[in-house]
DNA sequence: CGCGTGAATATGGTATGCCTAATAACAACT
DNA sequence: AGTTGTTATTAGGCATACCATATTCACGCG
């Protein structure tokens, strides 16, 4: 089946940035989105043939995607076995949380000293939108805004090396970090801690903005391990 | 067929890794040397045919090393054009460093708290091979030992994630400290902040730890600042 | 003499095919 | 009937061939 139609279909696509139209790279994109939505889950093997014929593109690119997300830590590849989406242990999670909670600490200190007016009134609108959407039942929404407002505060910073590994670590902890939200003593945690975050910020305080972040985080860690020790093992599938 | 001969050569190999046979990861290994040696130097193009060529493998395996060199921050993608070994300016180095030295010091208080007294002591032992190595003209080999002594502080915290991190950016900065290693207040500070490091440790001081660590990298920043400065712009080629 | 345009070349991106190794199923022997 | 060996199938690793594009050089025109 030479569908070349499906090839050009991708080809076709807008290409938003300069870098961004290697096919590898969209591919780790649409395999990230899968991995938010729930379509990859934890231990889902990805067989290059069958995903690369599925998004339409041949096993090189796909090959490449699983490389980027590998070394970004999402997935897992064993000598000659499917690369599978990672699946962290408690201990991962816990790990991978502490040293967040210590980028964003930073961040929280330079975004203190550095950060402008402006920067700080947008991320006060991020905090406005989370206000707005508390009530609303749908918490991936909810999510998305909770992950922009820590964002929008690494960004501040303007530390590029900061972003990139800040952005990466996310990616891994979001699945974990979305469970986190939605328990039910997620939503009132969060909301007062980033309540304390924005007064901080605004009142330029590095000492006290980079403890409530790293204590945000490390309320994070205590959520997820009751979670995962009350669910034990035995996600239904 | 039955060829038991082989199957034993393959059993007597030593196993380091599980998936440490891949080609791609080799090559990336060999790049990496090659950037330290300096025979890959900052801004040098990474042909695909010529390079792939001359390790003796294919354009694939080659390409999927650059893609995990890329993910790393060692090289540097343009859509059209051939990777190049990555040259981070002064403020991309000043951030990479502010990240590093928040991570080390994450990494003081994480071993203050938790390592053994065993791995403390082994710390020691790369403190006093610096010592004995400190008037060995072999600017390298004292630097190696002078990362060693940061990479044991880091792995004694058993944090997986701290410790990829960690070697990552150290990756990325190994030649930013090494000038500035070898610039001529490099080793007497470097041994003064080694021996509070080493003290600090000991006494499970993880406060004081963490902050000599911090400061030493802060001084880094410093003075790969003024090398920088001093050199300007002219790397002759 | 300079600038612009077109063609040729080189280089990275993608697809495909072959090779090797692992796994599972089936058969034969104990 | 159980266990072990062998074979077939499947899937990932690597190599190679093809394609699209960007860059550069040359030629011609202004």
New binding site residues.
Partial sequence: M?DTSA?KA??DLPLPSLSR????DQIADILREQMLTGALRPGD??????TSEAIG?????L??AILILEAEGLVE?S?????IVADPSLADLSDLLLVLATLEGLAGELTCAKASDAQIAAIRTLYQRMVDTNDDPDTVAFFRTDMAFHRAIVEATGNQALIKTHQQYNARLWRARYMSSRSRMGRIETMRDHADMIRHLEARDAVATAEVLRRHLMQAIANITRILETHSHGPAS
Same sequence: chains 1, 2.
């Fill in positions: 030479t090839n991708v080809s139209q290697r096919l590898a093997p990805i067989h290059e043939r069958d593109v041949s096993r090189t690119p090959r490449e590849t000598p000659a076995r499917s690369p």
